[in-house]
């Protein structure tokens, strides 16, 4: 992990406020409007609040969007940052070591938050969501180091075809061939079969080994989304760029649904149409972004995204445990909140605890200090 003593160069700044967005839910944002929805009981905020529940299986909610957004960005990065190496005379060791490194260390950290430093093996969590992240990255660059952007899109398109026809026609012992239940599914199957420790859902870790093929997928897609923002073709403005984002998320979002008519859209095992339709939904925001800040260059609102979207990594792992931002929320504003009625303090502590994790992130912004993986 590097220590930047200073911010890294020249970068896409929609790119990073649209990473503090996401960032934004799962660092407390989701934690106001659940305080919002049961204080006021007003429809938006109650709808607000389902919003920000994982579906229990098949379907789709916003918070099912907040993960692969996450690693939609990270594809994206890849085609500057891995140029960049290039660019600047890395040798194809060097730039090996460093994914593999990266990759490493994802996986690495994961275990950490997932309690690796307990010593409970047996009991321990081995997936987890930055292994996903580390592990989905890794092969995607492995992809974008050894083809060209035609080969990138085959196989960005071929694993997600792969997959559907894996989970559709390989049978499970005891459950036969196509069962995509939560006990049934060859995902699930595996999982109890390989996977060493605990399971996050007990038959079924949504992390784990075979559903993690397909968002190598999800990186792809932001990696051909990279590449398609790096493209200096005369005539291939900003403009045109930031519409035909927006485009080609409408085509996605179609194409997932109607692949989800029969290989339903599920996070949990990541299906294709997931892939395709959270993919529609990424390119939808990071077209929104785009436009607004690198376009129309109006970036001043997107600040304390950028802040959050400078340290993501960060604050997960800040949150996991090594830092307690509610005793700290408690200590500044404790005795403020205790004034207000019952009703209204998880809103004011929901509030306080998010406000007291950007000042964490707006300290080391001030420093200069960028934890990059």
């Not at 892939?275 to 109006?298: A, M, R």
Request: charged share 15%; hydrophobic share 50%.
């Amino acid at each position: 992990m590097k220590n930047s003593a200073k911010e890294p160069g020249k970068r896409v700044y929609s790119l990073d406020a649209l990473r503090g967005a996401d960032m934004f839910w799962i660092m407390g944002g989701e934690h106001i409007f659940h305080a919002l929805a049961k204080l006021t009981g007003w429809g938006v905020f109650v709808w607000m609040a389902h919003q920000l529940e994982h579906t229990k299986w098949d379907g789709f909610t916003f918070y099912d969007m907040i993960f692969p957004l996450f690693l939609f960005i990270a594809g994206v990065s890849m085609p500057y940052s891995l140029n960049k190496r290039i660019d600047r005379g890395d040798s194809r060791a060097q730039i090996y070591r460093h994914v593999v490194q990266r990759m490493l260390l994802l996986v690495f950290f994961g275990m950490v938050y997932n309690g690796f430093l307990k010593f409970d093996w047996e009991n321990m969590r081995y997936a987890s969501v930055l292994a996903r992240i580390g592990l989905g990255w890794f092969f995607a660059a492995l992809i974008f180091l050894n083809f060209n952007r035609r080969g990138q899109a085959i196989w960005f398109v071929g694993i997600l075809i792969a997959y559907w026809l894996i989970m559709t026609f390989i049978p499970v012992p005891g459950y036969g061939a196509g069962d995509l239940s939560m006990e049934g599914s060859l995902v699930a199957y595996i999982d109890r079969l390989l996977l060493p420790g605990r399971l996050y859902l007990g038959v079924h870790d949504p992390e784990g080994i075979l559903s993690t093929l397909p968002a190598v997928s999800t990186a792809l897609m932001g990696v051909l989304t990279g590449n398609f923002l790096r493209d200096e073709r005369q005539g291939l403005t900003k403009l045109r760029k930031g519409l035909m984002l927006g485009a080609a998320g409408l085509v996605f979002l179609l194409l997932g649904y109607l692949w989800g008519l029969f290989f339903p859209i599920n996070k949990n095992l990541w299906t294709s149409s997931f892939v395709l339709y959270t993919g529609g939904w990424s390119l939808i925001f990071l077209s929104i972004f785009y436009l607004i800040i690198d376009v129309w260059e109006k970036k001043r609102w997107a600040f304390a995204f950028v802040v959050i979207g400078l340290n993501p990594i960060t604050i997960y792992l800040a949150q996991g445990g090594i830092i307690s931002f509610e005793q700290a929320s408690d200590f500044f504003f404790g005795g403020l909140i205790s004034y207000f009625s019952e009703a209204a303090q998880p809103v004011l502590e929901a509030i306080g605890y998010t406000f007291v994790s950007w000042l964490f992130l707006y300290f080391l912004y001030r420093q200069k200090i960028f934890l990059r993986v």
